[in-house]
T-cell receptor, first 112, second 111 residues
């Protein structure tokens, strides 16, 4: 398995609070991605990074921000969590944009 | 906007059957197509990657084909086993570095 960990694995929070999810990789891959998975919508890209301090928006980026200060860490922040952000969040990594993506175990986030 | 469809949504077969899962996409300008497996409550496991210039890829009992011009891919699973039970997802990579996923096929292989 690709060396990808996500923390926390489960989180329950309240509407309006900030939340940060962390993705950590030991593969030294250049590309890192954040997806969310929802019933009826499948997996959708939130943001991705193509290098340290280099990020771009995905399909569903509103309400989310990301940061990548080191190759191995990619943080996803919900500035003010809403119930619509209740979801399972997956991090993925890849060494090239056109190569395989490898996924982490996911974080289940519940916003009450 | 790329759309990816997987048919059937669910499939139940007896152990030992050969089976085919289908994936179709609306925009043929893809860089690659990837098949994943997802077990309940788990992350995605990459099964096969087919680059846009390739026609098929094989790994063990799995064979994936790609017909880019018609916007179709199939995942063939030979001699299915109960351990193959999972949801299978296909995803295509377009310009913009975005993987677009299908809704998945939930497979149950009965002993």
């Amino acid at each position: 398995d690709a060396g990808i960990t996500q923390s926390p694995r489960h989180k329950v929070t309240e509407t309006g609070t900030p939340v940060t999810l962390r993705c950590h990789q030991t593969e030294n891959h250049r590309y890192m991605y954040w997806y969310r998975q929802d019933p009826g919508h499948g997996l959708r890209l939130i943001h991705y990074s193509y290098g340290v301090k280099d990020t771009d928006k995905g399909e569903v980026s509103d309400g989310y921000s990301v940061s990548r200060s080191k190759t191995e860490d990619f943080l996803l922040t919900l500035e003010s969590a809403t119930s619509s952000q209740t979801s399972v969040y997956f991090c993925a990594i890849g060494d090239r944009v056109d190569n395989e993506q490898f996924f982490g175990p996911g974080t289940r986030l519940t916003v009450l | 906007k790329q759309e990816v469809t997987q048919i059937p949504a669910a499939l139940s077969v007896p152990e030992g059957e050969n089976l085919v899962l289908n994936c179709s996409f609306t925009d043929s300008a893809i860089y690659n197509l990837q098949w994943f497996r997802q077990d309940p409550g788990k992350g995605l496991t990459s099964l096969l990657l087919i680059q846009s210039s390739q026609r098929e890829q094989t790994s063990g009992r799995l064979n994936a084909s790609l017909d880019k011009s018609s916007g179709r891919s199939t995942l063939y699973i030979a001699a299915s086993q109960p351990g193959d039970s999972a949801t299978y997802l296909c995803a295509v990579l377009n310009a913009g570095n975005m993987l677009t996923f299908g809704g998945g096929t939930r497979l149950m292989v009965k002993p």
